[in-house]
């Protein structure tokens, strides 16, 4: 399933600018890749040391040693719409789990199809449920939510 493009509110453009600013005082438009780390968690964004490191390799790829604001807005937009994503994903998956067990079972699904109004045949029950609980344990985890979302 393809996703429209993200675009980010001006208020968190604002805060990635600001971050990445902490580490360009001089507002050069560049950072060094050591002081990734540091304006990611500025925005909040917690990562590990090899985390950090995989990004700054990737957005300096041109190997001249600095790590440019418009690179740094481009990753950070990509990963603001994968929270935004999960975000949603999580809402829809707690919406299912009516008993909030973190698990979806049979009746849970057919009740909140039911309750929006959604009248489909046991057979088209069956073969939903089963198209979601991906690991055939009886019931739909979050796991099997978000991969049959991915597929």
Same mark, same amino acid.
């Given at each position: 399933m393809e996703h429209p493009e993200y675009t980010l509110s001006r208020d968190d453009l604002e805060d990635i600018n600001?971050?990445?600013? =902490?580490? #360009?005082?001089?507002?050069?438009?560049?950072?060094?890749?050591e002081d990734l780390g540091t304006v990611m968690s500025a925005l909040?964004?917690?990562?590990?040391?090899?985390?950090?490191?995989?990004?700054?390799?990737?957005? #300096?790829?041109?190997?001249?040693?600095?790590?440019?604001? *418009? /690179?740094?807005? /481009? =990753?950070?937009? *990509?990963?603001? *719409?994968?929270?935004d994503q999960t975000d949603y994903l999580k809402a829809a998956f707690n919406t299912f789990d009516i008993d909030k067990d973190g698990l979806i079972s049979y009746s849970e699904l057919r009740a909140t199809f039911y309750s929006l109004g959604d009248r489909m045949t046991d057979e088209e029950y069956d073969k939903l449920f089963r198209q979601f609980d991906t690991d055939n344990d009886g019931f739909i985890d979050w796991h099997d939510f978000y991969n049959a979302y991915k597929s």
């Open positions: 600001e971050a990445f600013a =902490l580490c #360009d005082p001089e507002r050069t438009g560049r950072i060094s890749p909040g964004q917690n990562h590990t040391e090899s985390e950090i490191y995989r990004y700054s390799e990737g957005l #300096d790829e041109m190997g001249n040693g600095f790590i440019t604001l *418009k /690179d740094f807005v /481009d =990753l950070m937009t *990509k990963m603001y *719409k994968l929270m």
